[in-house]
């Protein structure tokens, strides 16, 4: 008898066919353009990108998952459009090693950029599969590649303290990951974000650029402007729900349950705060963001905490 068989698990409402991303080949991935020379790989739960230029291949991002397959689609479309697969170039978004854990499969050669803050991520975490970038930059920084042009800006801590905006202007592209993932909830405690004041300011940052095409870094397909707008409605209910969730809920009967087990009753609080938040958000979203009603608890949790010791609301002083 197998371990599923076993285990009974939980069912989850139907992906809408909005979130879908496009079927994967043999090898499990798939490659499509962006814009002209600019293109996007996913194996349906992570992404990169790539420009192919008179310089050499700029990749952005090498996501573990997705691997070896990385080469395989710069080489499928250098070989349909006759121009070098040698990857030259490679943009970290951010230090996380399942967004930078495939680095190491590209040689020495390659120049490696990105924020100077992922630098230090990468020299302290010192992993192999993660050289640390040599070339960095602090606030902006505009780069021309093989008549390419890429904008990179650092706008403070969102996700991680180093994600990085990556505009390409003349691809109308903006690469902005593990912020928003078109189609989806995000993943456990907003994507498992670090700052949630910035998380929350990212999106809007995003819409102050000149885009038509979003690379979010994750599930099977691209993003739109629309995409984003929804993903600020989804958190903004979220943001409404908790505050009023932080005030409405009692207490009480939580540590007059457990006494002296003063953990106890903070996290039977906080976890009926988090789902009584939660339960509008999941019934409104349902069926318009993939896995609402699988992660919204968790990410309500996030910004709940966010709510009460960042912005200070619900705070009691004793008298």
Known sequence: ????????????????????????NKYGYYVGRVERNLYYITDG?????????????VLFDAPPTIGHNIQRAVDEIAAANHVSNKVSYLIYSHHH????GASSLFDKSVTRIG????????????????????????????LKIGGERIDLAWDGANHTPD????????????????????????????????????????PAKALTYSWKHYIGGHNGRIGTRDDITLHQQYMADIVESSRKAILSVDATPYFVKYVQNSWAGL????????????????????????AADVFTESTTFQVMQSIRLDLGHGSYVHP
């Open 1 to 24: 008898m197998s371990t599923t068989e076993t285990i009974r698990l939980p069912d989850y409402a139907p992906i809408p066919q909005s979130a879908m991303g496009p079927p994967l």
């Open 267 to 290: 996290k039977g609080l906080l976890d009926e705060i988090a789902r009584t938040a939660a339960k509008p958000v999941i019934e409104k979203y349902t069926g318009k963001l993939a």
């Open 163 to 202: 994600n990085t905006f990556i505009h390409l202007p003349d691809h109308n592209t903006l690469m902005l990951i593990d912020i928003v993932n078109p189609g989806w909830a995000p993943i456990y405690l907003s994507n498992l974000t670090e700052d949630i004041p910035g998380y929350l300011e990212a």
């Open 45 to 57: 739960v992570y992404q990169s990108a790539f420009l192919t230029t008179s310089d050499g291949v």
């Open 97 to 100: 090693a399942d967004h930078a």
């Open 115 to 142: 924020n100077e803050e992922t630098r230090r991520l990468l020299v302290r975490d010192n992993d192999p599969a993660r050289p640390p970038n040599e070339e960095t930059f602090q606030d902006k920084r505009t």
